[in-house]
């Protein structure tokens, strides 16, 4: 109880000692295997962002997160851009820290049919179950902030469907002019936390090289995977109540 009064307290004050209060930046969230690295890519194009290439994890790390995010300005700042961007999907889960620390932060919230996450997690982990228990914590803490306005919620099936649309909602959100080039990202080569740029079968360690792999190609279009691989046993851990509930308050059910 003393921590939640004091905690508006402390935020207040070291927001104000390192002017944390004047930061422009963008963080892309949501569950893995949502599309956030897509929108990463895409907007690595843009001539006033500055896109980190890798995830940083923030919000994960502790006092060391305000060396982190003064560095980010810094460089932000280097190379004369409006804003720097950060993906780590993971943060969907701290966006309450991150508006008490950087109130001017935008948001843009990836998600994608639970049932999809579940079995392209599968893949890398070799359980379903891992993929529906994070779909399911990482989108109730992101559902509490679809109406903020400083949120862009976006569903990755939507998105693919009629990507130009939505590249200029996510531009007029970030208030920046939009290209047709963004969505030709894939013509150039670009090296995602420093791995090469290689097909794999995405499992375990070879997952970070497939992802290099993937956001180097024009955009999928494969959503509904799950009808087609998902085993019988996949379709029972479905049915779980809370997972069910969630898939449909975002209406893929």
């Known amino acids: 109880m003393i921590k939640k009064i004091l905690r508006p307290i402390y935020w207040g004050i070291y927001r104000k000692s390192h002017n944390f209060s004047e930061y422009n930046p963008v963080f892309i969230v949501g569950c893995g295997h949502s599309g956030t690295t897509l929108i990463l890519r895409i907007l690595a194009e843009h001539k006033n962002l500055h896109v980190i290439d890798y995830e940083s994890d923030i919000f994960n790390k502790g006092v060391t997160r305000y060396k982190l995010i003064k560095e980010l300005e810094k460089k932000r700042k280097l190379y004369n851009k409006l804003y720097w961007?950060?993906?780590?999907?993971?943060?969907?889960?701290?966006?309450?820290?991150?508006?008490?620390?950087?109130?001017?932060?935008?948001?843009?919230y990836m998600i994608r049919d639970g049932r999809d996450v579940a079995i392209s997690m599968k893949k890398r982990f070799n359980n379903v179950n891992t993929g529906i228990e994070r779909w399911i914590r990482d989108n109730k803490n992101g559902y509490k902030y679809i109406n903020d306005s400083r949120v862009l919620t976006m569903k990755l099936e939507e998105f693919v469907k009629n990507p130009k649309e939505h590249v200029k909602k996510i531009t007029n959100?970030?208030?920046?002019?939009?290209?047709?080039?963004?969505?030709?990202?894939?013509?150039?080569?670009?090296?995602?936390q420093n791995q090469s740029i290689e097909k794999t079968d995405g499992k375990g360690e070879n997952h970070q090289k497939n992802r290099n792999w993937q956001v180097n190609q024009p955009i999928f279009k494969n959503t509904e995977r799950w009808k087609n691989e998902a085993t019988p046993e996949d379709i029972k851990m479905f049915k779980d109540s809370e997972f069910m509930k969630l898939l449909k308050e975002f209406k893929y059910l």
């Open 173 to 192: 959100h970030l208030s920046i002019s939009y290209s047709d080039n963004l969505l030709n990202y894939h013509q150039k080569k670009f090296n995602y």
């Open 85 to 108: 961007v950060e993906k780590t999907p993971s943060h969907v889960n701290y966006l309450e820290k991150i508006f008490n620390l950087l109130p001017r932060a935008k948001i843009i």
